[in-house]
């Protein structure tokens, strides 16, 4: 079922144009890997779905982008609800410089989510445990989410995002600045909440598409070259330029 | 001469580093260098300038005092005290100059043809030394080029030599000013109790004043008490504080968390150019217009207000310290990492959510670290009080008021006629120590809160 439907998706930086008419289906409750190699406009398309792009000045989305019939790319769109309902995690883990309570409480805190500090606190306790982070952090919820260590922090920026239990959840290579084994880590919790929620990743690595995702994307110069499911992407495309791409033999 | 000597050597530096330069360019050509050829330039030029200027100052400190223990020498049999030695010889150096109207004694006549003596043999002594010395360290450190020594070695370290003297001098002046202000303040402190300075309630030095002999110590406890000048202070500099912290700290937010990149362009420089206002200038502008302004609107209340009042000064000196507080906070929230903002904005925090929750807490420290330098020059500034807030000590709550500040005091205690060993006099170093005390505390304070939370917070 789909749950994201993006049609003629072009996006300016400015003159420049970083997408050029990419339509794709995201599957719900399915993890989506998106992948390509750099500046080829993946972060860009998946900073579309949630209007991340607002942020920055010049930038001018063309296209239509629904999810559930909702029109994302709209200017009477209401982004504060949309973003309750996208969660991401971004690539440089960035927890606030708060308490790890206080990182996790955030998002139900300016949606108003809890209404009693009991209720708050299931919140922290149930994000932390969907995050696999609960057992390392549980004594130490009033200290500095900042002095986490990386794999610790990025996890914490997860359970953040599952704070307001979104709808989707973007990641934008959430790997990439992690040591193996919290990659594992993150990896494994990817795979537990697809059955709750759908995720959309860009990555870099091409082992870990083809170990967390049931569809992937590549990308190339701003253009959607090939999307399908994992398997057939990774073992048998259509496309010559995909078939480089996955063998290494560019990018 | 003097100045034709200076000249002369660091000509004949500049000319030894083109001298030097050639020569390592010369030696280029059968042997490998130690360095590049500007090293070899300024090695020779070092060795000119650095022993000649340094045997030049020493002898230009020492020269004065050797004269003028040979001059003195004739009147020790005299049996003066060390102020009519003084008084001597100052004469002396008067009628050489020939500048001296007073009675001409044959003694003094004598002293001045031998000090005229002494000065010219002294003179072409220096001359003949710095040159003796020229030619000595120029041609050692020429044979050291010619022998294509290490260049690069000898040069670096005479840098760092250069570089230590400067820091030195800095750090010994202000050591030399500290102490010139403890010194004074501890014979304040001789003619006037601490206790009575520091708990004081009045403040009106003039009291002491006597024509001849000691004041009357009675008088003298009364007359120092800086408890007025200390709240006159803290009291103006609040008021200035509840003026400049809420208005800086808002446009620090809004240039850089609000503001496109072409009004930032500019209205921080034009903020910034509220700074470079000289002080003076908005001292008349608290004094002409605001003070005015205040007394007015006051009446028109129904209120008793002076027409130099406290308000007007500490809300003109509040707008004097905006730019410090809105410039430095701008800045510290505009170096909070973009994620930050990223990750807040994603989980749907609006911009005001994420400045509130996100950028202000994380800049704090920062903040923190401004608004306590900002008091630190509230506390130190002179001029708009002086003009817009008066001169009478008085100790008072009421903003309407007039009030003093301690550096107003030290003004009004160091203008005019002075003898220097009174404690009117004095009291000005123990209130500049005191308030020397007080910025250093602030500033103290303000650098341990930064690095406190820093440590807290990366």
């Known amino acids: 079922m789909s749950k994201i439907k993006a049609e003629n998706v072009n996006v300016y930086y400015g003159s420049k144009q970083a997408l050029f008419d990419v339509s794709i289906d995201i599957a719900e409750k399915e993890v989506t890997a998106l992948i390509g190699p750099s500046g080829c406009g993946k972060s860009t398309f998946l900073r579309c779905l949630n209007r991340m792009n607002d942020v920055i000045e010049i930038c001018r989305v063309e296209g239509s982008i629904k999810m559930d019939n909702l029109e994302l790319n709209s200017r009477k769109l209401d982004v504060v609800r949309l973003r309750e309902n996208v969660g991401m995690v971004f690539q440089k883990p960035n927890p606030f410089p708060k308490t790890i309570y206080e990182n996790v409480a955030y998002g139900p805190t300016i949606h108003g989510i809890a209404q009693s500090k009991e209720e708050m606190d299931q919140i922290v306790e149930t994000s932390l445990k969907k995050a696999a982070l609960w057992n390392e952090v549980k004594d130490r919820l009033d200290e500095i989410g900042t002095g986490l260590s990386g794999g610790q922090q990025q996890r914490l920026c997860i359970a953040r995002a599952i704070s307001v239990s979104p709808e989707v959840i973007l990641m934008d290579e959430p790997c990439s600045a992690l040591d193996p084994i919290a990659t594992a880590q993150i990896e494994e919790l990817i795979d537990d909440l697809k059955k709750e929620v759908t995720i959309v990743i860009v990555t870099h690595s091409m082992s870990q598409a083809a170990r967390v995702s049931q569809k992937t994307g590549f990308f190339h110069l701003g253009k959607l070259i090939e999307f399908g499911p994992t398997d057939k992407i990774f073992k048998n495309p259509d496309n010559q330029q995909t078939q480089d791409y996955i063998t290494g033999r560019f990018g | 001469m003097n100045l034709i000597l200076v000249t002369f050597i660091i000509l004949l530096a500049f000319t030894?580093?083109?001298?030097?330069?050639?020569?390592?360019?010369?030696?280029?050509?059968?042997?490998?260098?130690?360095?590049?050829?500007?090293?070899?330039?300024?090695?020779?030029?070092?060795?000119?300038?650095?022993?000649?200027?340094?045997?030049?100052?020493?002898?230009?400190?020492?020269?004065?005092?050797?004269?003028?223990?040979?001059?003195?020498?004739?009147?020790?049999?005299?049996?003066?005290?060390?102020?009519?030695?003084?008084?001597?010889?100052?004469?002396?150096?008067?009628?050489?100059?020939?500048?001296y109207t007073g009675n001409i004694t044959n003694f003094l006549d004598e002293s001045a043809n031998k000090y005229i003596q002494l000065k010219g043999i002294a003179n072409s002594a220096k001359v003949a030394i710095i040159l003796a010395i020229l030619i000595f360290s120029l041609s050692f450190a020429y044979r050291s080029v010619q022998k294509n020594d290490r260049m690069r070695e000898p040069v670096e370290i005479f840098l760092k030599w250069v570089l230590f003297v400067a820091s030195l001098g800095a750090v010994l002046v202000t050591i030399g000013i500290v102490f010139s202000l403890l010194f004074e303040a501890i014979r304040f402190f001789q003619a006037v109790k601490i206790f009575d300075f520091i708990f004081g309630t009045h403040w009106y030095p003039a009291k002491t004043f006597v024509r001849d002999g000691q004041p009357d110590p009675e008088l003298m406890k009364d007359a120092f008490g800086a408890v007025p000048l200390f709240a006159g202070t803290f009291f103006i500099a609040f008021i200035a504080m509840c003026v400049a912290i809420p208005i800086g700290l808002l446009s620090g937010i809004y240039l850089s968390e609000y503001a496109g990149r072409g009004v930032r362009k500019y209205a921080k420089p034009i903020i910034e150019i509220l700074a470079g206002i000289p002080t003076v200038v908005y001292g008349f502008f608290?004094?002409?217009?605001?003070?005015?302004?205040?007394?007015?609107?006051?009446?028109?209340?129904?209120?008793?207000?002076?027409?130099?009042?406290?308000?007007?000064?500490?809300?003109?000196?509040?707008?004097?310290?905006?730019?410090?507080?809105?410039?430095?906070?701008?800045?510290v929230m505009t170096a909070v990492p973009q994620n930050l903002r990223d990750g807040s904005y994603a989980m749907g925090a609006t911009k005001s959510e994420t400045v509130k929750k996100v950028i202000f807490p994380a800049a704090l420290p920062g903040i923190v670290g401004s608004i306590l330098l900002a008091v630190s020059r509230a506390v130190g500034e002179?001029?708009?009080?002086?003009?817009?807030?008066?001169?009478?000590?008085?100790?008072?709550?009421?903003?309407?008021?007039?009030?003093?500040?301690?550096?107003?005091?030290?003004?009004?205690?160091?203008?005019g006629d002075q003898q220097f060993g009174d404690p009117k006099t004095q009291s000005a170093f123990a209130l500049g120590i005191s308030l020397f005390i007080v910025t250093l505390l602030l500033n103290v304070i303000a650098l341990s809160v930064v690095k406190k939370y820093r440590e807290k917070y990366e």
């Open chain 2, 16 to 99: 030894s580093y083109y001298f030097g330069r050639k020569k390592a360019l010369v030696i280029q050509s059968s042997q490998r260098l130690t360095a590049l050829p500007k090293f070899y330039g300024y090695y020779l030029a070092a060795w000119c300038a650095a022993p000649a200027l340094i045997i030049f100052a020493l002898w230009s400190v020492f020269e004065p005092s050797i004269v003028k223990t040979f001059i003195l020498q004739d009147y020790t049999d005299q049996n003066l005290t060390k102020n009519e030695l003084q008084l001597i010889y100052t004469k002396v150096k008067a009628l050489a100059a020939g500048t």
């Open chain 2, 286 to 331: 608290a004094a002409l217009t605001v003070g005015p302004f205040v007394k007015e609107i006051g009446n028109a209340m129904g209120l008793e207000v002076s027409a130099e009042s406290a308000l007007a000064a500490g809300a003109v000196m509040g707008v004097m310290i905006i730019p410090f507080i809105s410039s430095l906070s701008d800045d």
């Open chain 2, 382 to 415: 002179t001029m708009i009080v002086v003009m817009a807030s008066g001169l009478a000590a008085n100790l008072t709550m009421n903003p309407l008021e007039s009030t003093s500040t301690i550096t107003a005091q030290i003004v009004v205690i160091l203008i």
